[in-house]
């Protein structure tokens, strides 16, 4: 029997501690506590589940002045809150003295046998995000005494807007036996429940990928949809009913509980009803009205079940409140006549982006749309991969020449982000499953492809260990899905890729999961 080891548990000295003034942004870098922070130390972490459970009573019809619990009500936690310890170094003032009106986040590296300075590469276990943290209170604690030399010590109360880990992602091949195509996108299912109202599914049970077509060669399979609605690497191929023998999808995703595919080549998009027990897509329906003749959708962006955005060719935006009723034109190429490949939004702001460097943003729900000023309009590339988080903060990524962009200010000023490749290969797509974790997909020139992620909101970003392991090479990840619907906790850890294999004719989904015990 092996031999135990004394580290078998997790102490605090397998824990270092970092801050990041100004939250998560890609400009905000961290700060290693005691070194170019002061000293830290994170105490009294409160994280409510509920902020209560009250119980429903009903008459007993069978026995007079006797109760029978019929329900729970469950009503909203508070927020996370949590005391930050520091002790003051020589040599400047420290920050805690002072006003601290801006939030801030925390990271809390945990492993062993590793260097917990190093933000990136230290940590073996997992890291502790503490995001959003605002001071509520301070205490300055005993300043001077008469007769003791202890170390001057401050206490801060923060309220936090969420505690959560993310851990190393362990990458597998999923639905390996039926995907002999290309896969051009994946989503998660938006279905979240404990078990009252079907098979427990924390967002990651369900999920839907569209594959392209074989072309107009022998055996001549049209594209499909592939499935799964255990959780588990097994996938289902599904027939996408009426599809063109050629066709080939561009997106899938869900609206209320509808799968949806566009087909760009069929100026149409397709939808099926997701049974809500199951999972189980339904037959598929052709859907063409609204859509003009040259102007065929390429992408889409849900916002909510009455409000789904296309773009399409010739810089024709669509909006569709009804899934199975079609589109209305809300822009006729009056911002661009260039096509556009994507579209994403938060909030009243929408960003759609394409060919010729074509960036446009909306912050009214797509009634009105402008192009964007200075960097991404200069460069003279295809735009073609869009990320919103909120009506300030957007990502885009270039195709022909892989490059990457942020702003801060809602698209007045850009900032090219470097990162390992930068101005090469294609970088396809960028996805944010919290305000830390982003990720984005590059493929070299090759072509490889390689997945980038960044837990701090993207003021760094790696494509290695510890965070991405096991990484099988292959050509490229055309998109990247993480559960939205899922708590943070869920969203961060879990990741699909939807791509081409390493021979350049078989598509690949990768499945990317944190362990936990």
Same mark, same amino acid.
């Given at each position: 029997m092996p031999t135990l080891t004394a580290d078998q548990i997790v102490t605090q000295k397998h824990k270092r501690n970092f801050i990041q003034f100004g939250g998560a942004r890609p400009g905000n870098p961290v700060a290693y506590a005691g070194q170019d922070a002061q000293y830290l130390a994170i105490q009294g972490v409160g994280l409510p589940e509920s902020g209560g459970v009250d119980p429903i009573w009903v008459a007993d019809p069978r026995r007079i002045g006797s109760y029978t619990l019929v329900g729970r009500q469950i009503t909203p936690p508070d927020l996370a809150s949590a005391t930050l310890l520091l002790r003051e170094r020589h040599g400047s003032i420290p920050r805690q003295l002072g006003k601290i009106n801006c939030q801030f986040?925390?990271? %809390?590296?945990? *492993?062993?046998?590793k260097d917990l300075s190093d933000f990136q590469a230290g940590w073996s276990d997992y890291v502790l995000v503490y995001s959003g943290a605002i001071v509520t !209170?301070? !205490?300055? =604690? !005993? /300043?001077s005494a008469w007769d003791s030399d202890d170390a001057v010590e401050d206490s801060l109360s923060l309220v936090l807007s969420d505690v959560y880990p993310i851990g190393a992602l362990g990458f597998g091949e999923d639905g390996a036996a039926q995907i002999? /195509? %290309?896969?051009?996108?994946?989503?998660? *299912?938006?279905q979240i429940q404990c078990g009252d109202c079907g098979p427990p599914n924390d967002g990651t049970r369900w999920a839907y990928a569209i594959t392209k077509s074989s072309g107009a060669g022998s055996p001549g399979l049209p594209a499909e949809v592939q499935y799964r609605v255990d959780g588990t690497a097994n996938w289902i191929d599904l027939a #996408? +009913? *009426? #599809? =063109?023998? +050629?066709? !080939?999808p561009t997106a899938i995703d869900i609206v209320g509980d509808k799968l949806v595919v566009v087909v760009t080549s069929e100026n149409a998009y397709y939808y099926a009803t997701i049974n809500a027990i199951t999972g189980v897509p339904g037959s598929f329906t052709k859907v063409t009205a609204g859509f003009v003749a040259g102007k065929a959708p390429a992408d889409l962006y849900v916002a909510g079940p009455r409000a789904t955005y296309f773009v399409g060719a010739g810089g024709y935006i669509y909006k569709s409140t009804d899934i199975t009723a079609g589109v209305a034109v809300l822009?006729?190429?009056s911002a661009t006549s260039n096509d556009l490949l994507r579209i994403h939004g938060a909030q009243d702001t929408l960003v759609a982006c394409?060919? =010729?460097s074509t960036t446009l943003i909306s912050n009214n729900n797509g009634q009105t749309w402008g192009t964007t000023p200075a960097a991404v309009s200069a460069i003279a590339l295809a735009v =073609?991969?869009?990320c919103v988080l909120d009506n300030l903060r957007f990502w885009v990524g270039t195709l022909n020449s892989g490059r990457l962009f942020s702003t801060q200010d809602g698209g007045a000023t850009w900032q090219e982000k470097a990162f390992s490749g930068a101005g090469a290969g294609n970088l396809y797509d960028i996805v944010a499953a919290t305000d830390e974790v982003i990720f984005f997909s590059h493929s070299t020139a090759t072509p490889t492809a /390689?997945?980038? +992620?960044?837990?701090?909101g993207g003021a760094d970003f790696t494509n290695g260990a510890p965070r991405i392991l096991n990484m099988p090479t292959f050509n490229k990840a055309n998109r990247i899905a993480v559960p939205y619907a899922a708590s943070a906790d869920v969203a961060a850890n879990n990741v699909l890729l939807a791509g081409l294999s390493g021979g350049g004719t078989d598509g690949i989904l990768l499945e990317g999961v944190a362990a936990r015990l």
């Amino acid at each position: 029997m092996p031999t135990l080891t004394a580290d078998q548990i997790v102490t605090q000295k397998h824990k270092r501690n970092f801050i990041q003034f100004g939250g998560a942004r890609p400009g905000n870098p961290v700060a290693y506590a005691g070194q170019d922070a002061q000293y830290l130390a994170i105490q009294g972490v409160g994280l409510p589940e509920s902020g209560g459970v009250d119980p429903i009573w009903v008459a007993d019809p069978r026995r007079i002045g006797s109760y029978t619990l019929v329900g729970r009500q469950i009503t909203p936690p508070d927020l996370a809150s949590a005391t930050l310890l520091l002790r003051e170094r020589h040599g400047s003032i420290p920050r805690q003295l002072g006003k601290i009106n801006c939030q801030f986040n925390l990271y %809390e590296l945990t *492993g062993k046998c590793k260097d917990l300075s190093d933000f990136q590469a230290g940590w073996s276990d997992y890291v502790l995000v503490y995001s959003g943290a605002i001071v509520t !209170d301070k !205490d300055l =604690g !005993d /300043r001077s005494a008469w007769d003791s030399d202890d170390a001057v010590e401050d206490s801060l109360s923060l309220v936090l807007s969420d505690v959560y880990p993310i851990g190393a992602l362990g990458f597998g091949e999923d639905g390996a036996a039926q995907i002999d /195509r %290309e896969v051009v996108d994946v989503v998660y *299912g938006t279905q979240i429940q404990c078990g009252d109202c079907g098979p427990p599914n924390d967002g990651t049970r369900w999920a839907y990928a569209i594959t392209k077509s074989s072309g107009a060669g022998s055996p001549g399979l049209p594209a499909e949809v592939q499935y799964r609605v255990d959780g588990t690497a097994n996938w289902i191929d599904l027939a #996408i +009913t *009426g #599809i =063109g023998a +050629t066709a !080939d999808p561009t997106a899938i995703d869900i609206v209320g509980d509808k799968l949806v595919v566009v087909v760009t080549s069929e100026n149409a998009y397709y939808y099926a009803t997701i049974n809500a027990i199951t999972g189980v897509p339904g037959s598929f329906t052709k859907v063409t009205a609204g859509f003009v003749a040259g102007k065929a959708p390429a992408d889409l962006y849900v916002a909510g079940p009455r409000a789904t955005y296309f773009v399409g060719a010739g810089g024709y935006i669509y909006k569709s409140t009804d899934i199975t009723a079609g589109v209305a034109v809300l822009s006729a190429g009056s911002a661009t006549s260039n096509d556009l490949l994507r579209i994403h939004g938060a909030q009243d702001t929408l960003v759609a982006c394409g060919q =010729g460097s074509t960036t446009l943003i909306s912050n009214n729900n797509g009634q009105t749309w402008g192009t964007t000023p200075a960097a991404v309009s200069a460069i003279a590339l295809a735009v =073609g991969a869009v990320c919103v988080l909120d009506n300030l903060r957007f990502w885009v990524g270039t195709l022909n020449s892989g490059r990457l962009f942020s702003t801060q200010d809602g698209g007045a000023t850009w900032q090219e982000k470097a990162f390992s490749g930068a101005g090469a290969g294609n970088l396809y797509d960028i996805v944010a499953a919290t305000d830390e974790v982003i990720f984005f997909s590059h493929s070299t020139a090759t072509p490889t492809a /390689r997945l980038f +992620t960044s837990w701090n909101g993207g003021a760094d970003f790696t494509n290695g260990a510890p965070r991405i392991l096991n990484m099988p090479t292959f050509n490229k990840a055309n998109r990247i899905a993480v559960p939205y619907a899922a708590s943070a906790d869920v969203a961060a850890n879990n990741v699909l890729l939807a791509g081409l294999s390493g021979g350049g004719t078989d598509g690949i989904l990768l499945e990317g999961v944190a362990a936990r015990l």
